[in-house]
């Protein structure tokens, strides 16, 4: 079975500066994808930033890195220059491979709040 | 706007009351998902259709909750005889089935938020 941990329940960074949100998973299979989304307040998931398995180098996506290290089974999401409007959960999600469609398994969540 | 939405936005219920909820998925979209958050948690896979089809169903959905999509545009989900524990945010979403990373992306509406009291 696939499993996403995120440890950290919550975070606060300064504005302007970057913040790591960590996310560790757990499959067997060699063929998987890994996802970030955002849920501000008011519910709806907004899709970040996506990193293959077999991918070579680390995704970016404007202000958005993913550090993924494949031997530590890790896939921490970096911000860097956080803006307020940054402050909201953090979700880190696994495309289940076993299936031919994707569904999503996802982690716990990390609130990222951004001080002025 | 070309995004998922979902229909109604917020639905208070009293226990035992039929609930349903609407989902449109982006137009070309073929694949459509329903998931369930409770608060202060992840999103939880419920249910997954490919058109018209209605192919995974997970352990989560029990008997008194039933889903379509009929032409494989719009879907539903009904509750019958609500539960207190059905209180909830519940998400839909969608994606294209192409055989790229980016192509399993899946775009969620703003959700339903239940509470049954």
């Known amino acids: 079975a696939q499993k996403i941990t995120q440890t950290q329940p919550g975070m606060f960074v300064q504005e302007k500066e970057a913040v790591t949100l960590d996310c560790t998973y757990d499959?067997?299979?060699?063929?998987?994808?890994l996802f970030w989304y955002k849920q501000p307040s008011s519910g709806e998931m907004i899709f970040l930033i996506y990193?293959?398995?077999?991918?070579?180098q680390n995704a970016t996506e404007g202000r958005y890195s993913l550090n993924f290290q494949k031997a530590r089974k890790s896939a921490n999401l970096v911000i860097s220059a956080s803006q307020l409007g940054d402050s909201a959960m953090y979700f880190c999600?696994?495309?289940?491979?076993?299936?031919?469609?994707?569904?999503?398994?996802f982690g716990q969540g990390t609130i990222l709040t951004v001080h002025p | 706007d070309t995004g998922v939405s979902q229909d109604p936005r917020h639905k208070i219920t009293k226990r035992g009351q039929n609930v349903t909820f609407r989902c449109d998925p982006i137009?070309?979209?073929?694949?459509l998902y329903w998931y369930r958050q409770t608060l202060g948690q992840g999103p939880e896979f419920l249910t997954y259709?490919?058109?018209?089809?209605?192919?995974?169903k997970s352990r989560l959905l029990s008997d008194r909750f039933s889903a379509e999509r009929p032409k494989g545009s719009f879907s539903t989900l009904e509750i019958q005889r609500t539960e207190q524990g059905d209180s909830a945010m519940y998400l839909c979403a969608s994606s294209l089935a192409q055989f790229s990373g980016r192509s399993y992306e899946q775009y969620f509406g703003p959700g339903t938020r239940l509470t049954v009291t």
């Open positions: 990193q293959g398995s077999y991918d070579q």
């Open positions: 499959t067997s299979d060699p063929s998987y994808g």
């Open positions: 137009s070309e979209h073929n694949r």
């Open positions: 259709f490919q058109n018209e089809a209605q192919l995974e």
């Open positions: 999600a696994m495309r289940d491979s076993g299936t031919s469609y994707g569904k999503l398994t």
